[in-house]
């Protein structure tokens, strides 16, 4: 079994940073992309960043310059550092990861999701 943990989020003011975090646990035998996703009430999820095992990163335009994807391989776990937040990036951002659990199996798992607020 594999979970997905994510901290950070919460309620900053328009241009201000916050960051989030993901660690991934259980059966894991590697870790191929890591992501993060995000969503409003009455919209579909849609990406914000991913970045590979071999650490290419893609952005969606709308936050390209101003957020950050890194990930720490030794931990499992992958990060989002936002800057010069807006209103619009509210959200409740999930971290996504494509794991492979054993040499026949390889699945996508989501964390439980965390609610990120930018106030004007």
């Known amino acids: 079994q594999v979970q997905l943990v994510e901290s950070g989020g919460g309620l900053v003011q328009a241009g201000g940073d916050l960051g989030l975090s993901c660690a991934a646990s259980?059966?894991?035998?590697?870790?191929?992309?890591m992501g993060w996703y995000r969503q409003i009430p009455g919209k579909q999820r849609e990406l914000v960043a991913h970045?590979?095992?071999?650490?290419?990163?893609r952005y969606a335009s709308s936050v390209k310059g101003r957020f950050t994807i890194s990930r720490e391989n030794a931990k499992n776990t992958v990060y989002l550092q936002m800057n010069s937040l807006k209103p619009e990036d509210t959200a409740v951002y999930y971290c996504?990861?494509?794991?492979?659990?054993?040499?026949?199996?390889?699945?996508?798992?989501w964390g439980q999701g965390t609610q990120v607020t930018v106030s004007s």
């Open positions: 996504n990861a494509d794991i492979t659990v054993d040499v026949t199996r390889r699945y996508v798992y």
């Open positions: 259980g059966s894991i035998f590697s870790i191929n992309t």
């Open positions: 970045i590979t095992s071999g650490n290419s990163t």
